[in-house]
């Protein structure tokens, strides 16, 4: 029930994350520029995740800090699945350019994300934990 759970909010992770890219790309890409744009945009995204983290942990129901972690390994695979098949398939992307976005050398902070992603679970359930 742990793993359904913890899938069933990673998808509204996912659900969030692609609104706030549609928000970025449409809003802030044109004020700004487009690297500047996600390189500001990680750090709402980490606010959307650790915030949706924050709100289900109690209801996903893992407790030690072995299985947190669990979890946050397969949220972050399976949203590197999540932006390979997007990337390739809806946007044409070649794998070139999707690496890129995990290279912190060209400026792209999207590898520091998917550590918001690993650690997410551990950090809302001890935030919780200490209320």
Do not use: C
Request: without cysteine.
């Amino acid at each position: 029930m742990i793993w359904f759970r913890a899938i069933a909010v990673w998808l509204l992770m996912m659900a969030a994350e692609t609104v706030h890219g549609i928000l970025r790309v449409a809003l802030l890409a044109p004020r700004v520029g487009d690297l500047r744009a996600r390189q500001i945009a990680l750090f709402i995204g980490s606010a959307i995740i650790l915030g949706i983290a924050y709100l289900f942990i109690g209801w996903i129901g893992a407790r030690s800090k072995s299985t947190l972690l669990a979890i946050g390994f397969i949220w972050m695979l399976l949203t590197l699945g999540f932006e390979a098949v997007l990337g390739i398939y809806a946007f044409g992307f070649g794998w070139d350019r999707i690496l890129a976005e995990y290279d912190p050398r060209t400026g792209s902070l999207m590898l520091f994300g998917l550590f918001v992603l690993l650690f997410a679970p551990l950090i809302a359930f001890r935030l919780r934990r200490n209320q």
